[in-house]
């Protein structure tokens, strides 16, 4: 079986992030880049797929800068077999839309028995990007997956879905599909050292929208909203600050305990 | 094209809350963008359930009747575009709910729309603009849709006040021919997250620990101090998906919803899942060494310290 992962590096700010020039986004300089938390659950949920499977392979893609090939190497050392990255410079304020535009091109080009995403991102959290790529495919798709069970000869998958408050659906999806990965759906591993070495010989492709096919008037086409400013957040009724040492921070804590449920 | 349309929610015989919280958000929009305010419902009892849509300022309520029993995200896709193709409307809004993720993103893509999503609040300023967060929360982006005349937002639930009063919308059918070939799953059942031996949603005192104790082995001391303190223990999710607590503990969107009297929360960032199930205790204390972190900006009292160093000091000063 063959099964593609789409991952996402993240931003995670510093402390004193500043903002770009343009006031549009952070300045880039200011974040810590890792990989996503759920493309790292989508990632172990395809390597078991893969591994219960007679033969399989694993290709994780990604749309992202160089720094981003750090991330596409740690997944090759825990487990995929191949990477993709797409990217040129005009890339860098991408929306979702056209994340997922050049995502389905790499995956048309795969034909792929399952797609597996994670259900958002920690830094856009826009939880769309998967379930837009399916659009794009014309592909079958369930989003927020706690459970898959892959039945290569029916061509069919199990899977639980996560609703809110607790409720978990159970369905059958036809395969080819796309699904989005729910954290806690599996314990993630860790990458051993010997993998680690190994991840530097596997393959790892760069493309260029326009390698897709995708000219740059066809990528302007694609994108569906544009940020025009980003602000610090109203502070509203700001939480009062409790001062001083812990010891000062506990005995505030127990006056309010004491007053509220005392 | 012009007015909104809104596309409402049920599960199991019920509308969903967010479905008025929508209807408010429209009617706020249509005072710029023009009318009429729309709303559309999908579902195989949805005639049934349309009366419950009727409140103030709805002009027009359609329902498309499904041909599953259950909420099918494909159906759904196709009952999305069939109602856009007859309402025309400017602005379509949905939750940022889980049935929508799984659906409205794709029409999005394929019908080419102007596209954002879990919105804080979208207003008309001779467009559409969406004020949404970034960096998780951190952050507030305002988003425009420069050459797009439809775009679909999906909004945030909790972000406006449901919509109320009485209505006399028109109700109306529409009939959708469905591509069986398209409808890719079959609904196989429904499973609840079992009941533990403890109730965290009739506590009236949570501490709460979330990804910020580190460790597994930290667990034990916020055990001790809540059983000292006569609070129980509630987790955010990390903490479930490591395996170091059942899920009966957990408070948020997928977990459980809690209104405690008082909240203590102790490493834990105030993730909007989060927030959603705890954001209306009466009082909330965050402890949290990031003075950026968006639980600050729901709690009553914030520490910025290091938890080990305060639950340390509450442990010396109980004992
Ligand atoms: C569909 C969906 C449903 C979800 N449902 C839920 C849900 O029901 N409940 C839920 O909780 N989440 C849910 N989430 C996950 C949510 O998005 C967040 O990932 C999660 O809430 C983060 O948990 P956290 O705050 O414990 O961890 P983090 O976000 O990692 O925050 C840890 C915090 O600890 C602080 N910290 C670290 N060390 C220290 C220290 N020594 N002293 C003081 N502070 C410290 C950090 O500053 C940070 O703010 C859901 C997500 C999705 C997509």
Known sequence: MKVVVCVKQVAQLDEDFELRDDGRDVDPDCVEWDLN?????????????GESAAEAEIVVVTVGDDEAEERLRACLAKGADRAV?????????????LVARL??????????????????????????????????????????????????????????????????????????????????????????????????????????????GLDAEAVARTVASRVTAMDHPPKGDAAELIEGGPDEVAARILAIVEERVG | MSGVLVVAEARRGAVRDISLELVAAAGSLVRGAGGPLVVGL?????????????????????????????????????????????????????????????????????????????????????MPVVRRGAYGDRLVARVEFPGRDRVLVLMRSGAVEPAAGAGSARVRALDVAFDEAAIATEHLGYREVERGDVDITQAEFLLSVGRGIGDKSNLSQFEELAEALG??????????????????????????????????????????????????????????????????????????????????ALSAREA
Request: proline share 5%.
């Open chain 2, 42 to 126: 999908v579902g195989a009892d949805a005639e049934e359930l349309a009366p419950r849509l009727d409140v103030a300022g709805v002009d027009e309520i359609v329902t498309v009747r499904s041909p599953r029993e259950h909420f099918e995200a494909h159906v759904a896709e196709q009952a999305l575009e069939a109602l856009v193709a007859d309402v025309e409307p400017a602005v379509v809004l949905l939750g940022h709910t889980i049935d929508a993720l799984g659906y409205a993103p794709a029409l999005a893509a394929r019908a080419g729309l102007g596209f954002a999503s879990d919105a804080w609040s979208v207003q008309w300023d001779g």
């Open chain 1, 37 to 49: 938390e759920w493309d790292a659950f989508a990632l172990e949920a395809a390597v078991r797929l």
């Open chain 1, 85 to 97: 990255r797409v990217w040129d410079g005009g890339l860098v304020d991408a929306d979702v839309m």
């Open chain 1, 103 to 212: 995502l389905a091109a790499v995956v048309e080009r795969e034909a792929p028995d399952l797609v597996l995403c994670g259900v958002q991102s920690s830094d856009g959290v826009s939880g769309a990007t998967g379930v837009a790529m399916a659009g794009f495919l014309g592909l079958p798709r369930v989003a927020v997956v706690t459970g898959i069970d892959y039945d290569a000869s029916a061509r069919t998958a199990t899977v639980e879905r996560e609703l809110e408050g607790g409720l978990v659906e159970r369905l059958r999806v036809r395969t080819p599909a796309l699904l989005t990965v729910q954290t806690g759906i599996n314990e993630p591993r860790y990458a051993s050292r010997r993998a680690i070495k190994q991840a530097r010989e596997k393959p790892l492709e760069e493309l260029t929208p326009a390698d897709l």
């Open chain 2, 231 to 312: 609070a129980t223990l509630a987790v955010s999710r990390p903490i479930v998906d490591a395996g170091w607590m059942p899920s009966t503990r957990q408070v948020g969107q997928s977990g459980l919803t809690v209104k405690p009297k008082l909240y203590l929360a102790f490493g834990i960032s105030g993730a909007v899942q989060h927030l959603a199930g705890m954001r209306k205790a009466e009082t909330i204390i965050a402890v949290n060494s990031d003075p950026e972190a968006p639980i600050f900006n729901v709690a009553h009292y914030g520490a910025v310290a290091d938890l080990f160093d305060v639950a340390e």
